[in-house]
């Protein structure tokens, strides 16, 4: 059995299936943890539930965060990225038009710009 608080650093290096058996093995702990807990057990033993708890969320959060890495570097060559990988922003800003969108003009608005162009006045300034 696992010692309960793991560092975040080692299990960077650790391969997918040793994060999984690890995360396995941690489960199994907390189990027999909460099984003792029932069964009357000491102050100690809540303490060791909490740090077995965090160390969980520690394995799963690299597990997750190595898939999220594996998945950006699969679609990064392509078009369209799934929604969960896309920056987040705010929900106006992910409606705004492109640059390239806003700045188009329709034919219609060509032909007004050419053929009646904003006047220029000359107008002379009072002083």
């Given at each position: 059995?696992?010692s309960g ?27 027999q943890l ?90 002379k300034a009072?002083?």
């Amino acid at each position: 059995m696992s010692s309960g608080k793991v560092k975040t650093g080692p299990l960077w290096n650790k391969s997918k299936e040793d994060l999984k058996k690890q995360l396995d093995e941690l489960k199994t702990e907390l189990g027999q943890l909460r099984v003792q807990k029932i069964a009357g057990g000491s102050t100690s033993k809540l303490n060791k539930i909490h740090d077995l708890r965090k160390s969980i969320a520690k394995v799963l959060t690299i597990i997750n965060s190595k898939q999220r890495a594996q998945l950006r570097l699969f679609y990064q060559k392509k078009k369209y990225l799934p929604l969960d990988l896309r920056p987040k922003q705010t929900r106006a800003m992910r409606r705004q038009l492109s640059k390239e969108d806003a700045s188009r003009i329709t034919q219609r608005q060509k032909k007004r710009q050419t053929h009646f162009p904003a006047r220029k006045f000359a107008v002379k300034a009072e002083l």
